[in-house]
């Protein structure tokens, strides 16, 4: 099973800008659909971004015109540039496949985004 490790996040003004970057343990990673989710305090996971093999992408509504995702096949990695950080932003932010997708694997410990002043 694929299995992920995030990482990136930390604590910025809001306004401000962060790249979060996910690492894939296989190869299976590049045969499916990856998404960006994330899961702030007393609220349930919620899905932030996706992007095809082929870099075709979908955004939720929050995010749009804000955040970019990416993906690098060859180096199993998928990024999440995010821009003009809200504080509705803050989170803990997860790398996945879709639900189906042959990359879907093992969730991981996240990575930390806070946005405050």
């Known amino acids: 099973q694929v299995q992920f490790v995030e990482s990136g996040g930390g604590l910025v003004q809001p306004g401000g800008s962060l790249t979060l970057s996910c690492v894939a343990s296989n190869s299976n990673f590049r045969l499916g659909v990856m998404a960006w989710y994330r899961q702030a305090p007393g609220k349930q996971r919620e899905l932030v971004a996706s992007?095809?093999?082929?870099?075709?992408?979908n955004y939720g509504d929050s995010v749009k015109g804000r955040f970019t995702i990416s993906r690098d096949n060859a180096k199993n990695t998928v990024l999440l540039q995010m821009n003009n950080l809200k504080p509705e932003d803050t989170a803990v932010y997860y790398c996945?496949?879709?639900?189906?997708?042959?990359?879907?694997?093992?969730w991981g410990q996240g990575t930390q985004v806070t946005v405050s002043a």
């Open positions: 996945n496949g879709l639900p189906g997708s042959t990359a879907s694997g093992s």
């Open positions: 992007i095809t093999r082929g870099g075709n992408t």
